[in-house]
């Protein structure tokens, strides 16, 4: 096991790392920008050092003083958490040069894994549905033909575009031709590429991932769902496991599929493979995450598996002592992201408390919440033997929770949880929108 | 300082077994190239897909053919001219050998391509210099090429953009390769009297009499941040005028300032750019 360990991020991730390692008598060492010097992981790691300003570039994604500092204190690995370097193969290269174990997969395995249509193609070999794309469309008629063998409705998408923009949404083929030329046009016009291909469109849908953990002598276990179709711009609010669109056969169906596709990709460590739940109960496999993801606290909490640990151990070449079938998916567990809508320093924090119950923050009183990074302050997390209980558990939790000093979304979080379709189980995607 | 001062620290002992530390991995990874402006080693494909640019957002010079497949819309290139090749008529000492070397090196068989293309679905004609043939020296086959895409594009009403790189007349040709600036200049101005739009992007470095002849002729003129554009070069001027330069001279940025050029272009939204400006001078009639 490493000795000692270098935490490459902030916030509540660092802390989670930092307390993972203080178990397992790991010495822990901190880096952090000018903007966090007051922060809670650097209080709690055994060494910390600044290395550079509050822009992340400076600092968080600083390769080069990363490693550097790693090598100046001695740390054996880097746990990057999630964001950041965390699913940046250059740094895992970096790492590997260097002698340092990076904390995840090895460059080559995240180079492979990261493209779109490789994975797609693994998966597909492994047995699961992925939404297929078509090449790009050279005229009107293509796209028509394209959209009769693929099933309305279908999605446009400019070759050149990302981050939600140059995609549209066809519904019929009425519509096909005029949303063609504007896609084209759009396309032009935004990214100077016309090229458009065509997907297939699923909804109205579920986001529904499998977290997943791997050893190196090829053993999968699947941890079991997250539900997180509760989503504002794709920015995930609620996530819950299990997932009450998910019955106990097609969990036990997409856990197989899930372990066997894993398996016959040779992977190490945590991931999370995400799939779209359709109104007739298909799984379509879209991408897989190959790092730590924010809310793999839910599944911690309903199977009492440590996931940081495990991540830690695996990248040591630790075997899992546990199968699938010691895996207890029993219970219900509920996450609610608790983001900051302004910046401030924090007079005054009360956590809510009781049995599980579980607040992970990097909060303490008189901190200074920066605009620099990311607006998540804290995740909220209860866990209960029903849906309904662990409901009734978020929502004294909720109400209990006093964050003084900052905006919050903690009373949009109590409102979202009390709406008829999420207390029933009933929500999609769309959940969230119009509001 | 943190907020929080922890007194004690858990004293667990440390979990067994696993490994402790990584072999050192030899560097079997990909090659790396230097960034002169910001020092880091940067993977190449890393630049390559950053259209051959740093983070940092330095430009590293890119090869004709490396050009094209950036800026024009995949597959509608159309090499033309490409027959045309300089021959040594002044039988000047060493150019043969050196026509040579740099035609295997370059791949290439003169420091300028000229086509056809559609950029952003805009059909027009296209030269783009090459760094790696005699640094884009303008010898009479370059003129020539250069003359006759100008007189192709004044017969079918196309407008006509161009990459400049070169390091000036072609020595070795002499008094041919001086003639060339008149020579590709006249076919400019026709070109121009047609009322077609010619649009030049000065990339690093683009000196002598290419820029006294075509370069500077564009009715549009871009260059790329931090290109070197000037007709003699610093050192000269400063050895004859005996006087400081002034801080970035000759640079892309100091030509903008100075009313040489109508904008910067970074290559992440040239394309578009360029595109765009097609479009609005063809009237959005082609594409």
Redesign the interface.
Known sequence: MFSKVLIANRGEIAVRIIRACKEMGIATVAVYSEADRDALHVALADESYCIGGPQAADSYLNEERIVSTALVSGAQAIHAGYGFLSENAHFSQLCAKNGIVFIGPAAETMERLSDKTTIKNLMADAGLDVIRGTDVLESVEAAKQAAEQIGYPVMLKARSGGGGRGIRMVPSENELENAYTMAVSEGEAAFGDGAVYMEKFVYPARHIEMQIIADEAGNVVCLGERDCSVQRRHQKLIEESPSPAVSPEQRKRLIERVTAAVKSIGYVGVGTLEFLLDKSGKFWFMEMNIRLQVEHSVTEMLTNIDLVKWQIRTSAGILLNFAQKDVALMGSAVECRINALSTGKLNMLHVAGGPSVRFDTYLVQGVEVSPFYDSLIGKLIVRAGTREEAMRKMKAALCELVIDGIKTNIHQQLRLISEESFMNGSYDLTFMEGR | ??????LY??K??????????????E?Q?EPEKECPNCR?SI?LS?IWANANTCSCGFHFRMSARQRISFITD?GSFKEMYSDIVSNDPLKFEGYAQKLETVRAASNENEAVICGTASI??TKCVLFVMEPNFMMGSMGSAVGERITRAFEYATKKGLPVVGYTVSGGARMQEGLISLMQMAKTSGAVKRHSDAGLFYLTVLTDPTTGGVTASFAMEGDIILAEPGATVGFAGARVIEQTTRKTLPKGFQKAEFLLEHGFADAIAPRR?Q??LV??LLKMHCGGEQ?
């Open positions: 300082m943190p907020i929080l001062d922890f620290k858990p667990n002992e440390l979990e067994k077994g696993g490994r402790a530390v990584a072999p050192v991995q560097d990874g880091k993977p890393r995949k952003g679905g939204y394309r578009s595109a765009m594409a």
